[in-house]
């Protein structure tokens, strides 16, 4: 099996940018690839503040960190990925957004290239058909914040090929990352069960069965979840979470994925939590305390 050296990432975004970091951290020379200068200058802003604070916890080194950041480079050309022996693509959750990337980068990179997607929801063979190396194509699916987060679901397709798969692993490990293997189903092992999960949450707010602070502090306290599943949407963004449970709701069917009233209302008014300012609770203020959100205190909805 060829080695793993030079690194592809497709997607300049709070996950993107995560992947490239912890790629170029661990040695690999990485470039990532998106659309505009403007884009890369938030994305490099962040990875420097992010191995800042990791310096200031003695995660790395100062060395450790200035071999990082010299490791990567941004790119809007994607003929720049020509000679990478894996490309990451980190887009948003749409399938012909992505196999638009894919179709491209199929022509662009050489034969051998592994394509890796960090999908969390998508199907992995929808991707793999529309490139002539299904063989070499698998989902890495990493979690937020990447650089700490330590799972990788490893997404195997009917049509990954054993040293693919092997290779993907090997390559996670390498990263500092503890890999799982997923089969090829929407939500992979995390969502799956995480999702129904987290509209539950929403749909005990709208029936009144407990206030957004006393159901957060109950999966806490009674639980030892570190985040309330409240809280946890606002950090994943709500806007994230409505798109994914669609795409799960579509391929399983299930009462249980569908996105609750209330998530739709919040995600049409702009609240997508954290990165907006507002969600489940209101970050505009500090402390952030809980938002209104327009639910009668007498009549459950």
């Known amino acids: 099996m060829s080695e793993i050296r030079r690194v592809g990432v497709i997607g300049a975004g709070l996950m993107g940018s995560g992947i490239a970091q912890v790629a170029a951290t661990a040695g690999y020379d990485t470039i990532v690839r998106d659309v505009s200068p403007e884009i890369w200058a938030r994305a490099r802003a962040g990875i420097e503040r992010s191995l800042a604070k990791l310096v200031e916890k003695a995660k790395v080194t100062p060395q450790q960190r200035d071999a990082a950041l010299a490791h990567l480079t941004f790119t809007t050309r994607t003929a720049d990925l020509n000679d990478r022996d894996i490309v990451v693509e980190a887009v948003t959750e749409d399938l012909d957004l992505k196999n638009a990337l894919w179709?491209?980068?199929?022509?662009?990179?050489?034969t051998a290239t592994i394509f890796a997607s960090n999908t969390s929801s998508l199907s992995i063979g929808a991707m793999a058909?529309?490139?002539?190396?299904?063989?070499?194509?698998?989902?890495l699916h990493f979690f937020n914040?990447?650089?700490l987060m330590q799972l990788v679901e490893v997404v195997r397709a009917v049509t990954t090929s054993e040293e693919t798969f092997t290779r993907a692993v090997a390559f996670a490990k390498?990263?500092?990352?503890?890999p799982v293997a997923a089969r090829d189903s929407s939500g992979f092992l995390v969502n799956l069960l995480l999702v129904p999960y987290l509209l539950d949450a929403i749909r005990a707010v709208e029936r009144h069965v407990g206030s957004v602070p006393d159901i957060d502090r109950a999966m806490q306290l009674g639980c030892g979840h570190p985040m309330g599943p409240l809280a946890l949407l606002d950090f994943v963004g709500l806007d994230t979470t409505h798109r994914i449970a669609e795409i799960m709701?579509?391929?399983y069917g299930e009462a249980r994925y569908a996105p609750p009233p209330l998530l739709r209302r919040m995600v049409v008014?702009?609240?997508s939590g954290r990165?907006?300012?507002?969600g489940f609770y209101d970050y505009s203020v500090d402390p952030p305390r809980v938002s209104d959100l327009g639910l009668s205190e007498q009549e459950p909805v």
Do not use: Q
């Open 103 to 110: 179709k491209e980068l199929d022509g662009v990179c050489g």
């Open 129 to 139: 058909a529309v490139t002539k190396r299904s063989d070499r194509f698998i989902g």
């Open 145 to 147: 914040p990447v650089p």
């Open 174 to 178: 390498s990263l500092g990352k503890e």
């Open 249 to 251: 709701h579509r391929e």
């Open 269 to 271: 008014a702009g609240m």
């Open 275 to 278: 990165k907006s300012g507002k």
